[in-house]
């Protein structure tokens, strides 16, 4: 079946392209297993975050355009029923660059259509980007967002009433002139992909864009306020969840029941002698033991055992971990399955991949990260 949903703004199906490319090195082991469009933000796969978000906005078919084998995606995501929209995948055959990457789906695209980077979440208002675009009688429309550093983005210039003036990708910090960088969203119209070559490799940023500037085409820019992250790095991707738990930012977090600032997300068990204070997102099935402590922002996966007296803080868990009892973990993430032996301390920026077996005692600090499956014997690491 496909569902399909009509823009708010205009009332044609709007189809949105999503460039799932790279193998997300810089989140490893996170990503030694899992793509990283399945990594878990606030216990909901990342890219499912996103799609909702898209279809908040009136997307109902997305075009997963992936650099490499899909089989893995499809796996997950299959035909995307169960997120509300429609999915299909197109795989290139080597990487074609975010260019070429939509150039390689316009089989499926008939008409103005969402573009966007596959690596980070945001609150950006479509739909009323969707109107400016209209309204302008744009060509591409480039969300906007301001960041402190603006070198390792796009860097886009624009005149007083939104028209993009110039676009630089990753500019020399003398070369940069404003803060306001390009977010990775994208209206555009498909006129668009009608002069790219097929099957090269191109890219919108340092190729497409400036080419209708200097051809002078209407290029708009949407600028927004709203929150704009990636989840780059294990650092970001603590922020992220953070961020998303807080409250502060317009998601839906689901939950079964809230206690505080607890939110709970099924019948869990925790010992009256257990503390949890702060924001914190607990899966369900979880053991909370005597004394054990978890101080938010945390989220905890499914069916996760917290042993006595261990403290936790700041921390994401993916599903069905094991801590032990009297460790410490902080600011650091745990993926799926894995032991945390008794007395180990899992601090500053670590990151423990899934299935990891850490005997008692082993101290982990300042970013050391496990690969997935190791076994760690007792009292063997300590820094
Ligand atoms: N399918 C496909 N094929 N996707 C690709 C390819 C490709 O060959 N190359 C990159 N992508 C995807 C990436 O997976 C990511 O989702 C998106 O396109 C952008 O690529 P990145 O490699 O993450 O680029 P970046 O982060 O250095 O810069 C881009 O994003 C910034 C915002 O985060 C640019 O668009 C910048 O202008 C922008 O400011
Ligand atoms: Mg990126």
Not at 87 to 93: M, Q
Not at 110 to 131: K, P, Q, V, Y
Not at 185 to 198: H, K, Q, S
Not at 231 to 251: C, D, F, M, R, W
Request: hydrophobic letters at 40%; a neutral charge; one cysteine or more.
């Amino acid at each position: 079946m496909l569902v399909c949903s009509k823009t708010k703004d205009t009332g044609v199906d709007l189809k949105a392209v999503i460039l799932v490319g790279g193998e997300a090195t810089r989140l490893r082991p996170l990503t030694c297993d899992l793509p990283k469009a399945v990594v878990p933000v606030a216990n909901v796969p990342f890219l499912e975050r996103f799609v909702a978000y898209l279809h908040s906005h009136g997307v109902g078919d997305v075009i997963l355009a992936v650099a490499s084998d899909p089989a893995r995606l499809e796996r997950y995501f299959g035909d995307g029923r169960r997120m509300g929209v429609h999915i299909v995948y197109s795989p290139e055959s080597r990487p074609l660059g975010t260019a070429g990457a939509i150039k390689n789906a316009e089989r499926y695209i008939d008409g103005r259509f969402i573009a966007c980077n596959g690596d980070m979440l945001t609150g950006i208002d479509l739909t009323e980007m969707l109107r400016l675009h209209h309204e302008k009688q744009a060509m591409v429309t480039i969300a906007l967002t301001p960041v402190d550093n603006p070198t390792a983005y796009g860097v886009v210039e624009t005149d007083g009433v939104q028209r993009v003036k110039r676009f630089v990708e990753k500019p020399p910090a003398a070369q940069v002139t404003t803060n306001m960088i390009n977010a990775g969203i994208y209206v555009m119209e498909p006129e668009v992909l009608r002069d790219m070559p097929a099957n090269k490799f191109l890219m919108l940023e340092r190729d497409v864009f400036p080419q209708l500037l200097a051809a002078g085409k209407p290029v708009y820019a949407y600028q927004s306020q709203a929150y704009w992250i990636d989840i780059g790095t294990p650092e970001k991707y603590l922020e992220a969840n953070s961020l998303l738990i807080s409250g502060e930012v317009p998601v839906g977090i689901s939950y079964a029941s809230r206690e505080g600032d607890v939110l709970i997300q099924g019948p869990v068990a925790i010992h009256a002698g257990g503390r949890l204070k702060g924001r914190i997102l607990l899966g369900k099935g979880c053991v909370i033991g005597e004394g054990a402590l978890v101080v938010g922002p945390a989220v905890i996966g499914d069916n996760c055992r917290v042993g006595e007296g261990a403290t936790l803080e700041e921390v994401v868990v993916w599903d069905g971990v094991e801590i032990g009892s009297g460790a410490v973990l902080r600011r650091c993430v745990v993926a799926s399955e894995s032991i945390i032996g008794e007395g180990c301390q899992v601090l500053e920026g670590c990151v423990v991949g899934s299935r990891v077996h850490l005997g008692r005692g082993n101290k982990l600090d300042r970013g050391v990260r496990i690969w997935p499956g190791r076994v760690i014997p007792p009292e063997t690491i300590s820094f």
